[in-house]
């Protein structure tokens, strides 16, 4: 595949010629008019559309430059790959990865991605992202970005801009607070570097109208309901913590999370604190072996947890890893686990409308 500037000067040696007074057929005015508008059209076509001026964005607490506006994009993980589509970006996207086959995909998606290429079903694999000649990757610390692995900075010595989920940003900066609203910051910021901002808005007011009538629906709420978010583990169990998104959902859901005192996302908790926190609701994060009804087999066979309010009462809720994570469905399954929670509380669940999915037209 020829660099850039050979085929600029390719595209540009017939002009030249031309200008020079090459040995060859002179040519009429307006043929050589045409061959002007069709040599400068190609070069165009070929230069990436820039940020005028240059794009500057708040990224995990630091200034982030973005001159281009990406064309060839990477996305990793479930619902990393869902915002990305949500936007309608669809024809950008040259590949993925961090997507197992235990990862539900959304119906709406699956289509797209069965077209593109899956570069890699764990970590990322810089050399695959290199070769699909990627100029632009989402991602985030933990969901990819590994210190020692791929990280932004090594991105960007080849050359590889990226955007980190502000969600992930805990495990580099601090933090205030985790919020359904980092889904929308999320949002409106890919659609600043992707310049698509009109066509985003209205996906994105979708999301934010649904979070508002939520809170609305639950301002009028008293009780707030003891939840343990159950990811995996069986010796040492895996949670969400102060940080991660269950904690968003569990807010807005009035109820309260028992491991809202470790100041991570996705940390690890302790059987012990389980039985002595007593929750009523347990979350079940869907996704992996066991399914989730193995998850919940394996807690109701447990010995230790027999007392536990939400083992007795078997009062469980599930949610697929890419609504427990940042994405666009976040704000449905807090809306569904509210109605679970508060029965006698009025609580709508919005349908989520996806754009019209486009198959990428980036060059492979």
Not at 110 to 119: S, T
Not at 273 to 293: L, N, T
Request: some cysteine; charged content about 20%.
């Amino acid at each position: 595949m020829p660099s850039i500037n050979a085929a600029l000067c390719l595209l540009w040696l017939p002009v030249a010629a031309l200008l020079a007074g090459c040995d060859r057929a002179p040519v009429s005015d307006q043929v050589h008019a045409a061959q002007l508008t069709e040599n400068s059209n190609a070069v165009a076509a070929l230069q990436p559309k820039r940020h005028d001026p240059p794009l500057v964005l708040d990224v995990c607490g630091k200034p982030q430059t973005y001159i281009q506006v990406p064309q060839r994009v990477v996305t990793h993980d479930v619902n990393i790959t869902e915002m990305f589509l949500f936007l309608g970006l669809g024809d950008r996207l040259v590949g993925y990865s961090g997507i197992p086959s235990r990862k539900e995909i959304a119906p709406e998606i699956k289509p797209v991605l069965d077209l593109l290429p899956n570069l890699s079903s764990h970590d990322m694999s810089l050399e695959a992202m290199v070769d699909a000649r990627t100029d632009f990757v989402f991602a985030g610390w933990s969901y990819g970005f590994r210190a020692g692995g791929v990280t932004p900075e090594l991105l960007a010595e080849h050359g590889i801009a990226s955007y980190v989920l502000a969600e992930s940003c805990i495990r580099v900066n601090s933090r205030q607070r985790v919020a359904l609203e980092d889904v929308e910051l999320d949002l409106g910021n890919l659609a600043r570097i992707f310049d698509v901002e009109a066509q985003a808005g209205p996906r994105i007011s979708q999301l934010k109208t649904a979070r508002e009538r939520l809170a609305g629906q639950m301002a009028a709420n008293a009780g707030k309901p003891r939840v343990f978010v159950f990811d995996s583990g069986e010796k040492i169990p895996v949670t969400a913590g102060r940080y991660g998104m269950p904690q968003a959902i569990l807010d807005a859901a009035g109820a309260s999370n028992i491991f809202d005192d470790i100041p991570s996302n996705w940390p690890r908790g302790n059987w012990e604190d389980v039985i002595e926190r007593d929750p009523e609701w347990i979350v079940i994060v869907d996704y992996g072996v066991p399914s989730a009804q193995g998850k919940m087999d394996f807690l109701l066979a447990k010995p230790e947890l027999a007392q536990v309010s939400a083992i007795r009462k078997r009062q469980f809720f599930v949610m697929s890893y890419a609504q427990a994570t940042p994405g666009p469905r976040s704000v449905q399954v807090a809306q569904r686990l509210a109605a679970a929670l508060h029965p006698d509380l009025e609580v709508t669940t919005d349908a989520l409308t996806w754009p019209t999915l486009k198959q990428s037209q980036a060059q492979p």
